[in-house]
């Protein structure tokens, strides 16, 4: 996600409308923007081993413009049809385009589901969600979650067949005005673990490290910038990894898993998924279009955090 200076706080969504056909109901009673929430216990047997987390980082440059066209034409709704349509520069349009061709693509792969026939609805905040199929997916189970985010020519995708995902990517090159606006979104422990870094490349990677993390979280909760970024907060390990978090009041999960990536140099990526209390998953990295099976890279989900709210 993409923070600008002309983009203070937190942009209104221009999202479209869900459709009069798609579900609704159950973002009206849920706190969290959430559709109705998925066990997050053990099944009764305890036999299922847990789905891994799968994420698609894909670069624009993984799609020929054409092609992108001709898939968007072919799978694309009729809203990300008029999305895709009112697209000032063809930059955007471009970028719009791949993610919403790589949504369909992996959400089918998934599914087992054809791209065109999979019904993606959004909630009020503008947080996409396959809707439910009767009597569960062709590929086995009965939900998937998913969250994209996409900056500066690159895509990330995180899907996942139990609770929820949220998922962010940046680029490091980030303005200084950019970076100051950025930090003082944060929570004051934050802006104190910032501040003890070396103005310029150390501390830019600390606001941005900060960032991807609480989009993420907040993604995950259906929120994005409508939950205050001060209102919960990330302790890091100085190089990678989160060691505390302390959630806000609302949040009804307590304890999360985040990891963080840099899945290509100064590109970085982070995944918030609640925990369930089961063995903990693998995440699987895929990286470009997914035309085939191609073997993802595997990554161990750390332990989780969390727990005490804000
Ligand atoms: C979610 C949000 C932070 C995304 O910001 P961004 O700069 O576009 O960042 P990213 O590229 O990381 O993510 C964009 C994607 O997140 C997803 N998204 C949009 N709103 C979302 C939400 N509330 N929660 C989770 N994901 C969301 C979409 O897939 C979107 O891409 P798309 O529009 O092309 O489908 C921002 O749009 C936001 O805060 N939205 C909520 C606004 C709101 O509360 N509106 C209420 C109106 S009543």
Excluded at 108 to 115: M, P
Excluded at 160 to 174: A, K, N, Q, S, T
Excluded at 256 to 280: I, K, M, S, T
Aim: glycine letters at 8%; aromatic letters at 8%; proline letters at 10%.
């Amino acid at each position: 996600m993409t923070l600008t200076t002309s983009e203070p706080r937190a942009p209104e969504a221009r999202a479209p409308e869900p459709r009069a056909s798609e579900p609704r109901a159950s973002e009206a009673h849920a706190p969290q923007d959430a559709p109705a929430a998925q066990p997050l216990s053990a099944p009764a047997d305890g036999s299922a081993p847990p789905a891994p987390v799968k994420l698609w980082l894909c670069p624009n440059d993984d799609l020929a413009p054409a092609l992108a066209a001709v898939l968007a034409a072919h799978w694309l709704d009729e809203t990300e049809r008029e999305t895709a349509g009112r697209f000032l520069f063809e930059r955007d349009r471009r970028q719009y385009l791949v993610a919403h061709t790589l949504v369909r693509r992996a959400l089918a792969l998934e599914a087992g589901v054809a791209e065109a026939e999979l019904v993606i609805w959004r909630s009020r905040r503008g947080r996409p969600f396959l809707q439910p199929m009767p009597g569960g997916l062709p590929r086995g189970g009965a939900h998937l979650d998913f969250n994209l985010s996409h900056a500066g020519g690159y895509n990330l995708l995180g899907i996942v067949r139990r609770h929820r995902i949220g998922v962010d990517v940046e680029r490091l090159d980030r303005d200084a005005q950019a970076i100051e606006t950025i930090t003082s979104t944060f929570a004051p422990e934050e802006q104190e673990w910032v501040a003890r870094a070396a103005p310029g490349r150390e501390r830019d990677r600390r606001v941005l490290r900060l960032w991807t993390l609480k989009e993420a979280y907040s993604k995950a909760l259906g929120l994005g910038l409508g939950l205050p970024f001060d209102e919960f907060a990330f302790t890091l390990a100085d190089d990678h990894g989160v060691t505390g978090f302390r959630p806000p009041a609302q949040d009804r999960f307590g304890r999360w898993r985040f990891v963080e990536l840099e899945p290509v140099p100064d590109v970085l990526a982070a995944v918030a998924v609640p925990d369930d209390g089961r063995q903990p998953p693998e995440l699987q990295l895929h990286h470009g279009f997914p035309w085939g099976r191609a073997a993802p890279r595997n990554i161990e989900l750390p332990e989780p955090v969390g727990g005490i709210r804000g």
